[in-house]
Nanobody, 122 residues
Framework: VQLAEAGGGLVQARGSLTLSCASS???????MGWLRHARGKEREFVAT????????YYSDSVKGRFTISRDNAKNMLYLQMNSLKPEDTAVYSC?????????????????WGRGTQVTVSS
């Protein structure tokens, strides 16, 4: 599975941005996640979704502001980000794992995209 993110950019605080992640092939067998890595910080879990999109889990820092979704027919994963804050600035990566885990973990992901930069200005 090869993953490629798109949709990053520069946005003002309180703005919105939607990230997408395209899979090179069918990814309905995988749970998916979004993770981010800010400069000088550890990689951080953002959100995850199970194989059929029926279950999701978010980090406390984005809950209520971000929405993860997927379209298995199109092999696409999305992250709708609203009410963005400067502390959301990071490189956002999508990743695939064998099974859904409703925990804020960065471990266990098998395939990763290269990431897309999101910068939120104050």
């Amino acid at each position: 599975v090869q993953l490629a993110e798109a949709g990053g950019g520069l946005v003002q605080a309180r703005g919105s941005l939607t990230l997408s992640c395209a899979s090179s092939g069918p990814f309905f067998d995988y749970a998916m996640g979004w993770l981010r890595h800010a400069r000088g910080k550890e990689r951080e879990f953002v959100a995850t979704i199970n194989e059929n999109g029926g279950s999701t889990y978010y980090s406390d820092s984005v809950k209520g502001r971000f929405t993860i979704s997927r379209d298995n027919a199109k092999n696409m994963l999305y992250l709708q980000m609203n009410s963005l804050k400067p502390e959301d600035t990071a490189v956002y990566s999508c990743a695939a794992r064998a099974a859904f885990v409703g925990l804020p973990t960065t471990l266990g992901y098998l395939y990763w995209g290269r990431g897309t930069q999101v910068t939120v200005s104050s």
